[in-house]
């Protein structure tokens, strides 16, 4: 009935909005009848896996149910005024249970809604508009958005995209720190910060590089910033505690077929409640998107990180003109830039001194200098 799509193994039903970014396919999907259908298997498959996770407290509240069940059935009697006592009890302290929940959901969901803004806010830009001869901010910057992907997924290695753009000795540093998007966001202020260009050109990319380690650094905010322990153990333990007596008030002297409807009844009402709990908490992360979920408190295994990151990088690369043929101005650049060196690009005032000095100290050779200055590097 539902068709399966497969990324690196993770099988995830249709649409699949996890582990790629939505389009006008998925949307047609979401809006059709065939949500309803979705919305009923998500209980006990991807990306939710509702069913097995809070399978625990809910084979503990049927455990509790179909007690009480066999107690009626066996016509065991118990005072009517208790009886009416719970249900008054379980009546008020109902809206704590809507409070809590919604509480918890909606906290979760702005977790969700900063991580996603953090990762696709991190490689905004780092290269935009400069053109070929700053080529070492499109790399860097593609090791920052892999290096940020790597963090938040545990991934034991840099991603092989990033390692890809680096040489063995910067594979190295990067890996070897203990944090590797440390590593990468202090080489690329080293970048900005060396740049001879326009006093408005370098405060826009300072700007922009900013901007991008500001969301770089609320991703590892949300990862390693879990939501309050206590509101977390307070609301399912209300939860639970809540379904767990809720039984002992749902049966009377009723007839035998009326109270075992209520079985069913009971577990469609346990299976909700929990199921809230359980898409606003964190379960355990995991590597990969198979097995155990990772809900709403922890994000990350429920955004499209890879594609997400493609994007980004391909967006760079088209903006910084690695998606197109360099032009004969800019390959005369590229050349020069490599006979310097590595950060040729990156003379910084000092290289421009000494250049000054080099050719005489004469106004004509200052001016010179100047000129060879501003065509160092295009500004498209």
């Known amino acids: 009935m539902l068709g399966l799509r497969s990324q690196k193994g993770a099988k995830q039903p249709e649409p699949d909005v996890v582990t790629v970014k939505a389009n006008r396919d998925h949307w047609r999907r979401l809006h059709s009848q065939w949500r309803f259908a979705d919305s009923l298997l998500c209980c006990i498959g991807p990306p939710g896996h509702i069913l097995w996770n809070i399978r625990v407290p809910f084979f503990a509240v049927m455990c509790t149910t179909i007690l009480v069940a066999v107690l009626e059935y066996l016509e065991i009697q118990h005072s009517p005024a208790n009886t009416d006592t719970l249900i008054r009890s379980f009546q008020l302290t109902s809206f704590v249970v809507a409070l809590l929940l919604t509480l918890r959901l909606n906290r979760a969901y702005d977790r969700w809604l900063r991580a996603q803004a953090g990762f696709s806010g991190t490689g905004r830009e780092p290269a935009a508009g400069q053109g070929g001869a700053f080529a070492e901010l499109e790399r860097w910057g593609i090791v920052l958005i892999y290096g940020t992907l790597g963090f938040v997924l ?65 991703c590892m905010g949300v990862l390693e910033q879990a939501t309050p ?13 809540w379904l767990l007596f809720l039984p002992f008030g749902l049966w009377e002297a009723t007839a035998r077929t009326v109270m075992w409807l209520t079985v069913p009844a009971m577990a469609l009402m346990a299976a909700l409640l929990l199921g809230c709990d359980e898409a606003s908490t964190s379960s355990g992360r995991s590597s990969t998107r198979e097995g155990a979920a990772s809900q709403l408190e922890d994000p990350f295994n429920l955004l499209p990180l890879e594609d997400m990151a493609r994007r980004s990088v391909g967006d760079m690369r088209r903006r910084g003109g690695s998606g197109r043929a360099p032009s004969k101005l800019e390959a005369l650049e590229l050349a020069a830039l490599a006979a310097k060196g590595l950060n040729g ?36």
């Not at 977390?232 to 639970?240: A, R």
């Not at 000095?357 to 065509?375: F, H, I, M, N, V």
């Open 345 to 380: 690009n990156l003379a910084g005032k000092q290289g421009e001194a000494q250049q000054q000095q080099q050719q005489g100290g004469s106004e004509s050779s200052k001016a010179g200098s100047r000129a060879g200055d501003d065509t160092c590097i295009p500004v498209t």
């Open 154 to 218: 545990s991934l034991p290695r840099l991603h092989p995209a990033a390692a890809e753009v680096l040489s063995e000795e910067e594979l190295q540093v990067v890996e070897g720190s203990p944090k590797a998007v440390y590593a990468v966001m202090a080489r690329l202020r080293v970048l900005v910060g060396g740049a001879v260009l326009p006093a408005e050109k370098l405060l826009a990319m300072n700007d922009s590089i900013a901007r991008g380690m500001d969301a770089c650094c609320s």
């Open 229 to 241: 322990q206590v509101l977390s153990l307070l609301s399912t333990g209300f939860v639970f505690t």
